[in-house]
């Protein structure tokens, strides 16, 4: 049972910037790795980037250089800066986490936050 609050999305024109948040919570030991997920109409949804709990953190190609995750790990939340925005950015952005609770391991994702990147 992992909750998820995100926060940021919007509508941005191309070449602005947007910042994700999204804080993890509910009965979790620790959490391995989080990141993002997006999930543009018509296509398959892909990997953005993620972070482990070292600060280890992998983008998708196409974003490299624009987005930047980074993480708090006391506060189970992780943020993505998105700048240089273009529209081919525009998706639906989930939050995911790779959690250990009582259970055992678990991924996540949260319900999805929407970025539209147009003039």
């Known amino acids: 049972q992992v909750q998820f609050v995100e926060s940021g999305g919007g509508l941005v024109q191309p070449g602005g910037s947007l910042r994700l948040s999204c804080t993890a919570s509910?009965?979790?030991?620790?959490?391995?790795?989080m990141g993002w997920d997006r999930q543009a109409p018509g296509k398959q949804r892909e990997l953005v980037a993620t972070?482990?709990?070292?600060?280890?953190?992998t983008y998708t190609d196409s974003v490299k250089g624009r987005f930047t995750i980074s993480r708090d790990n006391a506060k189970n939340t992780v943020s993505l800066q998105m700048n240089s925005l273009k529209p081919e950015d525009t998706a639906v952005y989930y939050c995911?986490?790779?959690?250990?609770?009582?259970?055992?391991?678990?991924?996540?994702w949260g319900q999805g936050t929407q970025v539209t990147v147009s003039s």
């Open positions: 509910g009965s979790i030991e620790s959490v391995i790795l």
């Open positions: 972070i482990s709990s070292g600060g280890r953190t």
């Open positions: 995911k986490a790779d959690v250990r609770g009582p259970g055992g391991l678990l991924a996540s």
